[in-house]
């Protein structure tokens, strides 16, 4: 199949084409369906919204479509973020933490070549937030670091290795989102800095990233006053998009907005309305609207009336075709079993080079563990994410952790004080995600409290955390803080081997702690 030149399509053809929505259900009536409305529609693309692996879905979708289709997916740490067949990888901040940005260009390759493997071809990713606020709930581990240069060098490589392999890379989200206290998927974020600041420090990876030939940009759910005084989020600004992307940044791809069912962007206009409003403002795609065929009819509307060009819509268009026709010249063919070894290696060395000692007793390191007592914060309820850990205890013939949960009473807590020896190290190991909608990254009051009621017993209290090093402000007393920055399974047990002395433990905090 290829792609049409843009003055065959008719307008509502032309319109949809700038629509990415998200992957129907696998019901077969709602697979029927969304066939149909496609044939009906030639919407120009899906997104895999969920950890599922639908390519029948997909392949019966590719089929309908009158135009090929453009099929997004966030991956972020790799395509085995959704489909389980994939390499997984550590979180971007745990490349950051090992200084060495060849490493996300080999990630940006893998990530390519195995996305193409199962039918992806648009990957959104990497994140180019500079994560200068160390409260900012939602972008932190998923952000290289702190420091926009180093930042920029690890988003350059990684778009590089995506577009190089056969993907389009996204940078976002612009103008920045690193420095809000703010989830954008709840509310509209804010960022109150000045012109001068985002061009030194927000903007340094889009640059990067923009002169590395990335083909798409995503727009964040942010309202930046000092660049739009209405206080529109950028993905409804023209002052954003077009004055600073477009005009400062001179950035002349695609644009795509974050997800328009997010609370940073439904508070501002109706959905029907925020879809117009997108496009007038610079969006090229527009992902996820709440009401796919409302919103097609409210921008076919809005043509119609003069509110909207035709030639705005053919703008975008040619930005759509234009990127379709890249993916289809680039058809890597690689059997990807033959990458799962290069991606394994990839992992263990970004995870041991991660590792990194943020505080630390003379003399506290390396920590005999047949003498520590083993302990699991488990902040989000979720036994899978430190499986690896009690397996890799388990294979040094250690007993599985205790484990504590924010619903951990006193009384358990107290009990589980007691079973401590005199004197007895304690190896905490915090498994607390960085994820939409949570809304906090702290600890529990109540387990700082525990912690630190241990360490007013005499036990010497040693932390990891496998997620946000910014834990280690609620820790100043720890004998020792180590932060591997993602629970990935290679970080886990590079974290045990790193307290036991059999590796170095040399990674550099990519970020400012704030304290």
Request: proline fraction near 7%; include cysteine; charged fraction near 20%.
């Amino acid at each position: 199949m290829s792609i049409p030149a843009l003055g065959d399509l008719p307008l509502a053809v032309k319109v949809a084409q700038l629509f990415c929505l998200a992957l129907p259900s696998t019901d077969p009536e709602a697979c029927r369906k969304a066939c149909d409305d496609l044939r009906e529609h030639a919407w120009g693309g899906f997104i895999f919204d969920k950890r599922r692996d639908d390519r029948d879905l997909l392949d019966r979708l590719r089929e309908a479509a009158p135009i090929p289709l453009l099929v997004a997916a966030d991956l972020e740490m790799g395509a085995g973020q959704h489909f389980d067949e994939a390499s997984c990888f550590p979180h971007a901040m745990a490349f950051g933490a090992t200084g060495n940005p060849d490493f996300a260009w080999h990630l940006g390759r893998l990530t390519a070549l195995e996305a193409r493997s199962v039918g992806v071809n648009w990957v959104l990713a990497p994140v180019a937030d500079v994560n200068s606020n160390p409260d900012n709930p939602i972008i932190n581990v998923r952000s290289f670091g702190g420091d926009p240069q180093q930042v920029a060098a690890f988003v350059a490589a990684f778009v590089r290795g995506c577009e190089a392999h056969g993907a389009i890379a996204c940078a976002k989200h612009f103008p920045g989102h690193g420095d809000t206290a703010d989830d954008s998927h709840s509310c509209l974020a804010t960022v109150n800095a000045n012109a001068e600041r985002l061009a030194a420090l927000e903007w340094v990876p889009f640059e990067a990233a923009i002169a590395a030939g990335v083909g798409s940009v995503m727009s964040a759910h942010v309202a930046v006053p000092a660049l739009d005084p209405s206080g529109r989020p950028a993905t409804l600004s023209a002052p954003i998009l077009q004055g600073a992307l477009r005009g400062r940044l001179g950035y002349e791809g695609l644009v795509v907005s974050d997800a328009l069912i997010m609370g940073g962007v439904t508070g501002s206009f109706s959905e029907a309305e925020t879809a117009v409003e997108a496009l007038k403002a610079g969006c090229d795609v527009l992902l996820m609207p709440p009401n796919p065929k409302g919103a097609l009819e409210a921008v076919l509307a809005a043509v119609a009336s003069g509110e909207l060009t035709e030639a705005r819509i053919d703008e975008a268009l040619s930005r759509v075709l234009a990127l379709k026709q890249r993916v289809l010249a680039a058809t890597p063919d690689v059997e990807t079993h033959a990458l799962r070894h290069e991606a394994e290696t990839l992992a263990r060395d970004v995870a041991e080079g991660a590792l990194t000692v943020l505080q630390a007793r003379p003399d506290a390191l390396p920590l005999d563990l047949s003498a520590a007592f083993h302990l699991v914060i488990d902040d989000d309820g979720d036994a899978e994410a430190y499986a690896p850990w009690a397996e890799a205890l388990r294979a040094r013939s250690f007993a599985a952790p205790e484990v504590i949960r924010r619903e951990s009473s006193a009384e358990e807590l107290a009990m589980l004080a007691s079973r401590l020896r005199p004197g007895q190290p304690v190896l905490c190991a915090v498994f607390s995600t960085i994820k939409a909608w949570k809304e906090r990254i702290d600890l529990a009051p109540e387990h700082v409290a525990f912690l630190e009621r241990l360490g007013a017993m005499g036990h010497a209290v040693y932390a990891v955390s496998f997620s946000n090093p910014y834990l280690a402000r609620q820790l100043p007393g720890a004998a020792a803080f180590v932060c591997a920055y993602s629970d990935h399974p290679a970080s886990q047990q590079a974290a045990l081997a790193g307290f036991a002395g059999e590796v170095p433990m040399g990674g550099r905090l990519p970020v400012a702690l704030g304290v």
